[in-house]
Every structure is written in C-alpha cells, then in structure tokens.
C-alpha cells in the first residue's frame, strides 16, 4: 500500500519515529510523498532520500546526539558565556553540527539540493519569523527569490529544527525581484523550528491534493505523532534565559497534547516518547532504543487494524 506521510517535530523524541518508519515498512507500507518538522524533517529527509526504517535505526545508534551540542569555548564559561551567545548569535548552540551530519547522509545516496528528489517528494515547514509566517520548503523559496532546486536539503533540515534560543536561528537573503526597493538590512530573514507554527502538519498533502491526484486513485495521508505517556516536567526557573527556554519548550509542545486529548485521528499513528524531553540531546543509548521500540509498536498497532477511506463517489 502506497501512502504520504506526515512526520511531527519533536527534537530528539524523533528517534521514536524510525522505529514507526521500520513498522509501517513491515506492514507492506511504501512512502509516495513525505513531510516533516523539526525532527521529523529529519526522518521525511531520510525517507525521500531511499533510506528505510532500519536503515535509520543503524544510523541512530551511530550517532551521539550530544555532537550537535557546539559551541565556541569562549562560550562555555559559566553562566556568562550561554547568556553571552545568546546575545550574539541568538541562540545557545550552533546548528552547523546538525546541519554537517544530515548532508553527510543524505550525499551517500546522491541528495544534496532539492532538484536532487522527484519534485514533490519532500517537504520541510519552517517559521519565518521576520515575516511571521510559515514556509514550506522548497515550494515558498521562490518568494523569496531563491530557486528551490538548487537549495540544500540539508539547510533545510537545519531550519526545521533551529529550536528558538537553543539553536541559531538560520538566516536568508532575499535574492531577485524579492530583493528589490529593500535596504541591505532588509533583504535579510531569519528561519527557526516550524514546530511555532506547525509542527504536525497533517494538513499539507490534503490541501494540495488536487495538485497531485491520479485519475481513479487516492494516495491516503497517515501522520506520525508523538504523544506523552506522564506528567508534563515542570521548568526550573532560575533567570531570564531559562524562563525563554521554558516559554519556547511549552509552546512548542503543550499544545499538541492538547491536541491530541480533543481531537481523535484515525489515520494517525500516536508514539508515546515515555516522558523524553525534545531537548534530552544526552540520551543514553537504552534510552534510545527504548524511544525506538515504542515507535515500532505503535506503527506496529496502527497498521494492524488500519484501513484508507475509500475514494469518495462525486455525483
């Protein structure tokens, strides 16, 4: 069976969706179009790219996660040096490190730029936040002048998951025609998590359905969401820059749980992430695998009993 799928964005709880990837794929599930936020660009990114669930299982525990934690020594001196960078560069860690490592990926199987990818294959939300609106890469790219060819899949990535404060955001320069009657300072936009704005983008293939449908056939769309199985973790607020954190971890996540209690998808696959906060780049590796075991068997569950919708009848 054929699907699109909707990855959510959830930082380093995403590992849960490789494990989900790997079931769907067991359960004779085989990915047309693909999408994702934050982390789950990561996964859409991999899948658009040829790898498969158990591809990425490999990859996850290659990888240490703390890796993506970088920054200048200058700014690691206590207290000072965070609150420092974040004054300057906007954000506690540099994304290069992340950013390095999906392309290196993703060029082992020949994908660097979009143009790369059948068109359409993959796409990536992202929060412009100059603007204050929401990007969907690459297809957007060119209001901002930019040919959506020729951009890098994995900047892209990095966009997607520039968490606000913990990560740099990632600038743009307007190019062209969008470019025009704008002073330097102006031609200038900066890209951060499109978890702001939209981090379960299930809506994205339905909305541009017409665009893609064949003639007696319907591609169904099954998102992949992770859902918290405890009690939310309180913040420790002990100064300016750990209540932003706290600001930017419950906006980017509370409201999906709420979500999820009002709101009963049938073609959605709900992971639990078994309390694992988006930040916990210090995962151990039981950890980790236990994340990932729980992605497998809710996709697992969900493929067990779960059927498309028919085509509906026009008359």
């Not at 020729?150 to 990632?170: G, H, K, L, Q």
């Not at 600038?171 to 379960?200: H, I, T």
Request: charged letters at 20%.
């Amino acid at each position: 069976m054929e699907i699109n799928a909707v990855f959510e964005g959830g930082g380093v709880k995403g590992i849960s969706l490789a494990g989900a990837v790997q079931a769907s794929e067991q359960a004779g599930t085989r990915f047309k179009r693909v999408a994702g936020t934050s982390s789950g660009s990561i996964i859409a990114s991999l899948l658009a790219a040829g790898y498969d669930g158990e591809a990425m299982s490999r990859i996850i525990k290659a990888t240490s996660f703390t890796a993506f934690l970088k920054r200048g020594f200058i700014y690691n001196t206590a207290y000072i040096g965070p609150a420092l960078r974040v004054l300057i560069k906007k954000g506690l860690y540099s994304g290069e490190a992340l950013e390095s490592w999906i392309g290196g990926i993703l060029k082992e199987r020949g994908i660097v730029n979009f143009g790369d990818l059948p068109h359409g294959k993959l796409s990536i939300i992202a929060s412009d936040i100059t603007n204050g609106r929401l990007v969907v890469l690459p297809a957007d790219l060119e209001q901002y002048g930019i040919s959506p060819e020729r951009f890098e899949v994995a900047r892209a990535v990095r966009m997607s998951c520039s968490i606000p404060y913990f990560f740099d955001p990632v600038m743009l320069r307007l190019s062209g025609e969008a470019a025009k009657g704008k002073s330097f300072a102006e031609q200038f936009v900066y890209m951060v998590d499109g978890g702001l704005l939209s981090n379960f983008p299930l809506w994205l293939f339905d909305e541009k359905e017409a665009g893609f449908k064949s003639p007696g056939r319907r591609i169904p769309t099954v998102g992949y969401q992770m859902i918290g199985k405890t009690e939310p973790q309180p913040h420790r607020i002990t100064g300016p820059f750990s209540m932003l954190q706290a600001m930017v971890g419950t906006m980017l996540s509370a409201h999906d749980e709420r979500y999820i209690e009002t709101e009963k998808f049938v073609r959605t696959v709900k992971i639990p992430t078994l309390g694992i906060s988006m930040t916990q780049f210090h995962i151990s590796p039981e950890r980790s695998d236990e994340l990932y075991a729980a992605g497998y068997q809710a996709g697992e569950e969900f493929f067990k009993n779960w059927r498309p919708l028919p085509k509906p009848t026009i008359f």
